[in-house]
């Protein structure tokens, strides 16, 4: 009898890789403007810099997606499902 071998996913294309990361990216930026507006807070901009580090990835690929990207060295891991794009 053999074993059942466990089933490895597909490897990821590049298209779906370099398209993830543009959303995240995207997605980031966003985050940062928001933050640093403050128009959700006080109703007059902060004028501040934004003290986002991370954020959860846009739930629009699937987490093989954001761990290949970590793998790869593109984004970092920062637990709990959040990410940050490395400088």
């Known amino acids: 009898m053999s ?22 990216r995207k997605r980031m ?8 507006s403050g128009i959700n807070d006080h109703g007059l901009s902060s004028g501040g810099s934004s003290s986002i580090a991370g954020i959860c990835p ?11 990207l970590a793998k790869r060295g593109r984004l970092k891991s920062l637990g709990s499902g959040l990410y940050a794009l490395v400088d």
């Open 58 to 68: 846009p739930d629009k690929f699937p987490a093989v997606v954001w761990e290949e």
């Open 3 to 24: 074993e059942p071998q466990e089933e490895l996913p597909p490897p990821l294309d590049k298209a779906t890789l370099k398209s993830a990361l543009k959303a995240f």
């Open 29 to 36: 930026k966003l985050t940062r403007l928001d933050d640093e």
